[in-house]
């Protein structure tokens, strides 16, 4: 069973920055493609990034791109999400989730129904 425990949510102005980090219990921990995704009150789950198990490869939505930045330590079974230039839109709960063995196209990244274990998530509120 793998565990996955979010942090760094928070209240922020917009233009301001916040750092996810997702702290994953397993020792297979470089086998898992991992993920964040976000949901906004009254809306849908959302992929928001994705990398790849060595981190070889990156995906985003089109509207964090160049704003946010995913990355990953297998030595400490982490995940990261960098997020700069907050708007009040990015206003959601973020998950992180894990994939077993998780491809590497950006079908397979952002889909949020191949994730097999996934975070309680953590609250992001960007004000105007």
């Known amino acids: 069973q793998v565990q996955l425990v979010e942090s760094g949510g928070g209240l922020v102005q917009a233009g301001g920055s916040l750092r996810l980090s997702c702290a994953a219990s397993?020792?297979?921990?470089?086998?898992?493609?991992m993920g964040w995704f976000r949901q906004a009150p009254g809306k849908g789950r959302e992929f928001v990034a994705g990398?790849?198990?060595?981190?070889?490869?990156?995906y985003y939505l089109d509207s964090v791109k160049g704003r946010f930045t995913i990355s990953r330590d297998n030595a400490k079974n982490t995940v990261y999400l960098q997020m700069n230039s907050l708007k009040p839109e990015d206003t959601a709960d973020y998950y992180c989730?894990?994939?077993?063995?998780?491809?590497?196209?950006?079908?397979?990244?952002?889909?949020?129904?191949?994730?097999?274990?996934w975070g309680q998530g953590t609250r992001v509120t960007v004000s105007s």
């Open positions: 989730a894990a994939r077993f063995y998780g491809g590497s196209s950006y079908s397979t990244i952002a889909a949020p129904d191949g994730y097999d274990y």
């Open positions: 397993v020792r297979t921990f470089s086998r898992h493609a």
């Open positions: 990398i790849t198990r060595n981190g070889d490869m990156t």
